[in-house]
């Protein structure tokens, strides 16, 4: 109906089919979530581990998100290393740590603001980086973020319920890494992702 795919229909009925379908995606999110969590708890969710170039896939979640970011006219970048950055993980999880972080960062930056995603090798970890041009973390919320249903001062007027900083770091802690939050080169919020997953890098 959105996609007028029928036949044109009124711009009314079109905006209240896009308002159900994106009211639908969000209760989606929830649930999965949710589920995962749950799973997570349980000690009953298991990885599926691969050896695959994590380039790609940061990549396509970039691309994934891009239609968010310029709604808000956010530029939205990634910056990766030339040679591989091979690692031995859970291609889903990864997926969906990134989808999470990048979505957060492009929620709560201003429009006109940027986000930018990285990759790259230190310490032998892999380190997934989002930095973006908002308001930044108070260093006293960032201890309990990352915590189910807690949100930062930031996402006061926001939508969301505080589970996917949750199931980020829960997700990291099963691959053996962390979630971490600092303060982005030029102001803004930079959100870690480290995991101890590197199969090679140069």
């Known amino acids: 109906i959105e996609r007028q795919l029928f036949g044109e229909i009124g711009a009314r009925y079109v905006e209240y089919a896009g308002l ?23 000690g ?24 968010s970011a310029e709604r808000k ?4 970048g990634v910056v990766t290393l030339e040679p591989p950055l091979v690692v031995r993980a859970d291609e889903r999880a990864l997926r ?3 989808i999470n972080v990048v979505g957060n960062a492009i929620k709560f930056t201003p429009e006109s603001g940027r986000v930018m995603v990285s990759a790259r090798a230190a310490n032998g970890s892999l380190l997934l980086d989002t930095a973006d041009s908002g308001p930044g973390i108070p260093e006293a ?7 189910a ?6 996402g006061a007027t926001a939508e969301g319920t505080g589970l996917g900083l949750s199931l980020v770091r ?9 979630l971490t939050f600092h303060d982005a080169p030029g102001g803004g919020a930079l ?6 997953v590197l199969v090679s890098a140069a």
């Open 141 to 147: 919320e960032r201890e309990k973020l990352g915590q």
């Open 149 to 154: 249903y807690e949100r930062g001062s930031g």
């Open 96 to 98: 969906r740590m990134l």
């Open 20 to 42: 159900i379908r994106k009211s639908g995606t969000h209760l989606l999110g929830l649930v999965n979530d949710l589920l995962d969590l749950s799973k997570i708890d349980a």
């Open 73 to 76: 006219q956010i530029q939205l």
């Open 44 to 67: 009953r969710y298991d990885l599926e581990l691969e050896e695959f170039d994590v380039r790609p896939l940061v990549a396509e979640v970039v691309r994934l998100s891009a239609d």
């Open 191 to 196: 959100v870690r992702i480290a995991l101890p």
């Open 170 to 178: 829960a997700l990291a802690a099963l691959h053996g890494g962390t």
